[in-house]
Every structure is written in C-alpha cells, then in structure tokens.
C-alpha cells in the first residue's frame, strides 16, 4: 500500500511542509553528488552517531536536528516524503505554519534520542525523516481517526486505487515497527555500520511523541 492523498484538503497552504520536502530533496541531491568518501564523511558529521552522542553529547546535540534531512537512498526519501506530502498538510493546518515546524522537529529530534537510547554504543549512522514524519502520523491518526486516504495497492502484475481508512494505514505502521524493534533488541548489541538496520525505535519514539505533543501544540485547538 502507498498513500496518495487523503480525503481532507487543508485550509491553508502548507508552506512548511512544501518547504521541508524541498529542503529534502535538495539535500540528497547534494548528497548523491558527493564522491563516496566525501559522502561518509558528510555522514559522520550530520548524522546521529549514538556512540558520539554517548560520549560527547555537547558538540554532537545538534545532529539530533541536522540527521533529520539526511537519506540514505532513492527509496528511503520518496517513501518518506510521500508520507509527508498526504498527513503533513493537515497537521500544518491544525497546528499552524510555526508551532507545526517546531513540533515536527521536536519530534524528530526525540525519535532519534529514542534510538540513540536503545543502543548507546551503537557506530551506525543514524538518518533520516522518518522518526520527525512519525510525530505527524501520531497526530494524524488522534486528529482524523476516521479519515480514508486514496491508496495505490499493488495486486502482482495489476495496480489499483482504492480508498482505505487512515486508521489501518497508520496502524499497520506502527504495529509492524513495534514488532521489529522488539526483535532488533536481540541483535542491536552486535551491530555495526556494516550490518546496517532500520531505526524501528525512531519511528515508535516519533509516533508515540507525536500523539503526546501534538494536543499540547493546540491539535484540538477551537476553529
């Protein structure tokens, strides 16, 4: 399943989210044009590093941030900005342009301390939008429970649309991290940069801190 749009058009323009998804875009176009040392090196410094956060979290809080536009390849930011593009727009309106930019990075600094904490001594660089993208799903689904968003579903050879409840999108989401990062927690002590692995604990941190937060930043606020 891959959404497309949802069925509840913003009021406003999403100026943040349009401006998040091209900051994005921009950054891994600059990446893709790195040599690859250059590249890892570019890694190394913007990315979370849990290790280096560990043992120096003074000079290494602000990759918290800087982490959160960084992608590792092709599939891992169209997924994402997909994702950002249908629910972001909603929550930008609900929130508002500002509080909606705070929020967002609230929650992806707190997904990645989420990860960083589950494995503290872990070299992998950790990246990505996904933890921040979360939040927005977290507040999605306690803002619109009822909402469909128009879907592409892959049926082997055939492809086709069909309006599915935001619910059981989002939900899939979760349900499936909450069940790999409990098994991650068997092997996250012998990982390493050249293993790899999804930051699943990012993603649960980001959707857990986003139902939270999102009502304190005015979700529910009066219309």
Request: hydrophobic share 50%.
């Amino acid at each position: 399943m891959f959404p497309l749009y949802d069925e509840n058009p913003a009021r406003i323009t999403p100026y943040f989210t349009y401006g998040l998804i091209g900051m994005n875009i921009s950054v891994f176009i600059y990446e893709f044009l790195l040599p690859n040392a250059q590249l890892n090196q570019f890694f190394n410094q913007y990315a979370v590093i849990p290790q280096e956060l560990t043992t120096n979290f003074s000079g290494e809080w602000t990759t918290l941030f800087t982490s959160q536009f960084l992608h590792g390849g092709w599939w891992h930011l169209i997924s994402n900005m997909v994702f950002l593009w249908v629910f972001g727009n909603n929550i930008e309106d609900r929130l508002g342009h500002f509080k909606y930019l705070i929020f967002y990075l609230a929650c992806g600094a707190l997904a990645a301390s989420c990860q960083w904490f589950i494995g503290m001594n872990s070299q992998i660089p950790s990246l990505g939008a996904s933890g921040a993208i979360s939040g927005v799903l977290g507040a999605y689904i306690i803002r619109f429970p009822h909402a469909k968003v128009m879907t592409l579903v892959f049926l082997g050879f055939f492809v086709t649309t069909i309006r599915i409840p935001a619910l059981l999108i989002i939900g899939l989401f979760f349900v499936q991290n909450v069940i790999s990062g409990l098994a991650s927690l068997q092997t996250v002590a012998n990982m390493s940069v050249e293993t790899g692995g999804v930051a699943y604990w990012a993603h649960i941190g980001g959707f857990v801190f986003g139902v939270i937060l999102a009502p304190v930043f005015g979700l529910f606020r009066r219309d």
